[in-house]
């Protein structure tokens, strides 16, 4: 399992470094095709002389109503911050006159524009008081496509980006999907063979035990009048009956942890479900000697829905667990319990104190609890004051 989490950790570490640099890869591919077609876009065809001559109009109106000479620097400076001119340049003779930057910052791909000895075909005529001059006024014509351009550009990246991530995301996804239920499938195959195995063994084991049983009645009837035989023959049966018990336990796990389906049957009131199966419980465990406490069994008109054959395996199993591990010289008590949605059966008995009697693998309970699952019912247990508990709880049905 941290094997598998480092894979998928690498795995989306190398999905996010490549999708950045191809994000990046792009960016700068589509910014420098983009760029360069608006280069050619400004300088081949008339976009700038469009843009430039209403403000040449402009200025030359102000020269002319004003009486502005080439030197009168400080007023042409003032028309040219108030109209929000990024840059200017005026020529005379071939040189320049003034020039003047009213921006603190451009972007590098409209520098040109900035630059006096790179516009001269974009200057034209303005006549001043003292004599005619060529002017350049640029007010930022291009910078809004360039940063256009860069918007796009970036946003363009990053959905190829996040894009490139998603893919790879289900990819992973997908190639973890197919492990997954190809190790389902193989897990589900084990578990059906592990299944079959286990009730074919049960079976396999209840001939000879039938068998041996028969033998051992035998072998009774033959020794009648010699009590030690009859005594050491009883301590034979009780292990057989132990091994039967444990195969009919083995059986019961295997079909409650099956996946073959379980039918239940039509609801009926709770005392005909289960009343007989407690009523049978208390007479094998009276049978046995033990003093059973009945007081708190009490019945009312709801319905179950159960399946009859797993209710009497499940009584079994709890009968055959307090025959094995309760306490003869305390009460065994059964209790029935209703709330609105629940009904409930509680069984306890004393726990006995030679815990070599306690020695248990579980599976009985184990099966009663995949058993009441399979029914839509639970089974829980608990110690409490040198009292075992199991109870079940079976959902009422309206």
């Not at 077609?37 to 002319?64: C, G, H, M």
């Not at 190829?160 to 992973?172: C, D, F, N, T």
């Amino acid at each position: 399992m941290k094997d598998d989490l480092i894979k998928v950790k690498k795995k989306l570490l190398s999905s996010f470094v490549i999708a950045i640099v191809s994000a990046c890869i792009l960016f700068g591919i589509i910014y420098y095709f983009g760029t360069g077609i608006l280069d050619y876009y400004f300088t081949a065809t008339n976009y700038l002389y469009n843009r430039e001559i209403p403000y040449i109009e402009k200025f030359q109106n102000y020269v002319s109503e004003n009486n502005i000479s080439t030197s009168d620097i400080s007023d042409y400076d003032k028309w040219m911050i108030e109209n929000d001119i990024s840059f200017y340049s005026i020529h005379k003779d071939g040189k320049v006159i003034y020039s003047k930057v009213n921006v603190d910052t451009f972007i590098s791909e409209a520098k040109d524009w900035y630059d006096y000895r790179l516009t001269g075909s974009y200057r034209m005529p303005v006549k001043f008081s003292d004599t005619e001059a060529y002017v350049f006024i640029y007010a930022g014509f291009t910078e809004k496509y360039y940063i256009v351009l860069m918007i796009l550009d970036a946003g363009f990246s990053v959905f190829v980006g996040i894009a490139l991530v998603y893919l790879r995301i289900r990819k992973i996804i997908a190639g973890y999907q197919i492990e997954l239920e190809e190790t389902q499938s193989q897990e589900k195959k084990t578990r059906q063979e592990k299944d079959e195995l286990m009730r074919n063994m049960a079976h396999d084991l209840r001939t000879p035990l039938t068998g041996l049983m028969t033998y051992i009645d035998i072998m009774k009837l033959e020794n009648q009048s010699d009590e030690e035989n009859q005594k050491y023959l009883d301590i034979i049966t009780d292990k057989v009956m132990d091994i039967k018990t444990q195969m009919d336990t083995l059986l019961d796990f295997s079909l409650a942890s099956s996946e073959k389906n379980i039918e239940l049957d039509k609801p009926i009131e709770a005392e005909y479900a289960v009343g007989d199966y407690l009523s049978e419980m208390y007479a094998v465990l009276h049978e046995r000697g033990y003093s059973i406490d009945i007081d708190k069994i009490i019945w009312e008109k709801v319905k179950i829905a159960v399946n009859m054959g797993l209710v009497s395996r499940v009584f079994a199993n709890l009968t055959d667990n307090v025959c094995k591990y309760a306490n003869k010289d305390k009460l065994v008590i059964m209790e029935t319990f209703f709330d609105k949605h629940i009904f409930e059966v509680k069984i306890g008995n004393g726990i006995c104190d030679d815990k070599t009697l306690l020695e248990s693998t579980g599976i009985g309970l184990k099966s009663v609890d995949m058993m009441m699952l399979r029914m839509n019912g639970s089974m829980s247990y608990s110690r409490e004051h040198g009292m075992f508990w199991v109870k079940l709880e079976f959902p009422i049905v309206k």
